[in-house]
């Protein structure tokens, strides 16, 4: 199972980090997602990382602002936010991408995280 942390209430233009961590399983040879999901909206992908870090891809409203990375020794993956908005505000869930192909599609996702809730007020 993974484990989010990190969440909480922001001010818009601040930074948070989000950290994903892995209890009983590794996944240093694994793609790893970020996906949020809005009061009433559906699950949105947000930044999803390969294996070794050698690719990343995000969703073209967090361009600029997040980076994905990760820590393999520490099984550890991070999300860092900067400028954040309003529109941010949400759960934000990790996963474990089973096609390892860094994909963007929720379907290739398991393990999910309980979340962590990040608010971002204007």
């Known amino acids: 199972q993974l484990a989010e942390s990190g969440g909480g209430l922001m001010q818009a233009g601040g930074s948070l980090r989000l950290s994903c961590a892995a209890s009983?399983?590794?996944?240093?040879?694994?793609?790893v997602g970020w996906f949020r999901q809005g009061l009433g909206k559906e699950r949105e992908f947000v930044a999803t990382?390969?294996?070794?870090?050698?690719?990343?891809y995000y969703v073209d409203s967090v361009k600029g602002r997040f980076t994905i990375s990760r820590d393999n020794a520490k099984n550890t993956v991070y999300l860092q936010m900067n400028s954040l908005k309003p529109e941010d505000t949400a759960v934000y869930y990790c996963?474990?991408?089973?096609?390892?192909?860094?994909?963007?599609?929720?379907?290739?996702?398991?393990?999910w995280g309980q979340g962590t809730q990040v608010t971002v007020s204007s």
């Open positions: 009983g399983r590794t996944f240093s040879s694994y793609s």
């Open positions: 990382i390969s294996w070794n870090a050698y690719r990343t």
């Open positions: 996963a474990i991408d089973l096609s390892n192909r860094a994909s963007t599609a929720a379907y290739d996702y398991r393990y």
